[in-house]
């Protein structure tokens, strides 16, 4: 404590003590109010939309309808689709049929190939002895060629081709398949079911979105502030937030980006 003692003119024998305190000056922090405004926007949010044209048979909620992943929204016509997938199938066992009979033809075509080649070894040797004139080696030569063309045929092309048939055949039952599938749109997340452009009868197009789903259990706040501001701020920095329509409760936030527009 420093005490310093002054002297004026007041009236002559007139003094008084003056009481004075001082403090070292250390550096502190100061505490700052900064109000932002801005709007709450769900974290994630999705349009959903047919992968085919198709009818809708079935609409299982509203606008406003709190919906869980995997929920069934909608429900498309699939008559022709699934006309469509029973004749593949049809067409499968007719393949696997005909790929049945080309392996038999090209069994049979090997043991005919067998007998010819034996036949001709034999028809040869009787031949180089002079018991066959050269016209009946000729002609079991040809069947011999005949033989080998057919096993050839038949173990090649043929099979190949009711191979082809079968491959053809199980693609379209696949994508027939798919179609079906696609034809019953689930929810992908858990969430509310904000708009839905699309009535039982009508007929959505691909990739037309007809359902809008967005998740609030967790909600971004987005706001705009000055660029003298953004010094004060900070990713990660903690935020209380209050909400309008319930001015009562303190919500804590996180900053998590911060960025031009």
């Known amino acids: 404590v420093l005490l310093l003692t002054a002297a004026g003119c007041a009236g002559r024998g007139d003094s008084r003590s003056v009481a004075v305190t001082a403090a070292t000056a250390v550096d502190r922090e100061l505490a700052t109010t900064l109000e932002i405004s801005g709007v709450l926007v769900p974290l994630q949010s999705v349009d959903i939309s047919s992968k085919f044209t198709g009818k809708v048979v079935?609409?299982?909620?509203?606008v406003g309808s709190a919906v869980k992943a995997g929920d069934i929204l909608i429900v498309?016509?699939?008559?022709?689709?699934?006309?469509?997938?029973?004749?593949?199938?049809a067409s499968l066992q007719s393949a696997e049929a005909a790929a049945e009979s080309a392996q038999s033809q090209a069994a049979l075509a090997k043991i005919?190939?067998?007998?010819?080649?034996?036949?001709?070894?034999?028809?040869k040797i009787l031949y180089e002895s002079g018991a066959v004139s050269q016209s009946q080696l000729e002609e079991i030569t040809d069947k011999l060629n005949i033989a080998q063309y057919q096993h050839e045929n038949a173990a090649g092309p043929a099979q190949a081709q009711a191979q082809a048939a079968i491959s053809t055949a199980l693609a379209n039952i696949n994508n027939y398949q798919v179609q079906i599938d696609s034809a019953t749109i689930r929810s992908p997340i858990d969430g509310l079911l904000t708009?839905?452009?699309?009535?039982?009868?009508?007929?959505?197009?691909?990739?037309?979105?007809?359902?809008?789903?967005?998740?609030?259990?967790?909600?971004k706040l987005k706001s705009t502030v000055n660029q003298e501001l953004l010094p004060l701020l900070?990713?990660?920095?903690?935020?209380?937030?209050t909400i309008d329509s319930y001015p009562d409760n303190k919500l804590k936030g996180t900053i998590s980006s911060l960025?031009?527009?």
């Open 195 to 219: 708009s839905r452009n699309v009535n039982v009868g009508q007929v959505v197009s691909t990739g037309v979105a007809v359902i809008s789903i967005v998740d609030t259990s967790t909600l």
């Open 58 to 62: 079935r609409l299982d909620f509203n």
């Open 259 to 261: 960025g031009p527009i």
């Open 112 to 123: 005919n190939l067998d007998a010819a080649r034996i036949l001709y070894d034999r028809t």
């Open 76 to 89: 498309l016509d699939t008559d022709s689709l699934n006309a469509q997938l029973l004749q593949a199938q």
């Open 234 to 241: 900070s990713v990660g920095q903690e935020m209380e937030v």
